[in-house]
């Protein structure tokens, strides 16, 4: 009779396990606060499909629309950014740069040493966030969540011009 005790115990166990996975994952979001203090929110990419959803570009730094300052595209995966890693990312200073960041495989992280600017780069979501970078400068892009064998070589650039 204990061993039926034990399977009640360990089924609320996993239950609970899964309602913490569940609630990690959907709950709170990403939110942090960027450089000038804008917040970070994360959205939903259709189907994970990123590169044809309309609210995530090909990778790349373009101009904004309403012509003031940049968006920046980023890609993450095992185990690079793109842009970043190949090529550093050039953004312009003392201009509001817009970062979307998306994931093409498993969970990264996205930290421009030195600074605040830091976030959980998820799989079928998008890390938005507003940086205004008062000076010129060169900044090491590292990933910062364990993403498997290769994730310590997981770095790039980011060049402020
Ligand atoms: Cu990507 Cu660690």
């Known amino acids: 009779r ?3 005790l034990w399977f009640g115990a360990s089924l609320v166990l ?3 396990f899964m309602g913490t996975i569940v609630y990690g994952a959907i709950g709170p979001g990403v939110a942090m606060v960027g450089d000038d203090g804008g917040t970070i929110d994360s959205t939903v990419v259709a189907n994970g499909n990123f590169e044809r959803a309309d609210n995530f570009r090909a990778p790349g730094v373009y101009a904004s629309s309403d012509g003031e300052g940049v968006e920046v595209y980023v890609v993450a995966r095992q185990y690079l ?3 970043g890693t190949a090529q550093p990312i050039e953004v312009p200073v003392g201009e509001e740069v817009t970062f979307h960041v998306t994931s ?3 969970t990264h992280g ?3 040493a030195g600074t605040n600017v830091n976030t959980m780069v998820i799989p079928g979501q998008i890390a938005r966030f507003d940086v205004t970078f ?3 400068g060169e900044y090491g892009i590292v990933c910062h969540e364990y993403c498997g064998s290769g994730h310590h070589t997981m770095a790039g650039q980011l060049h402020v011009v």
Do not use: R, S
């Open 2 to 4: 204990f061993e039926k």
């Open 14 to 16: 996993i239950v609970a």
């Open 81 to 83: 950014f793109n842009p």
């Open 104 to 106: 093409a495989d498993v």
């Open 110 to 112: 996205f930290y421009l």
């Open 134 to 136: 008062e000076e010129t």
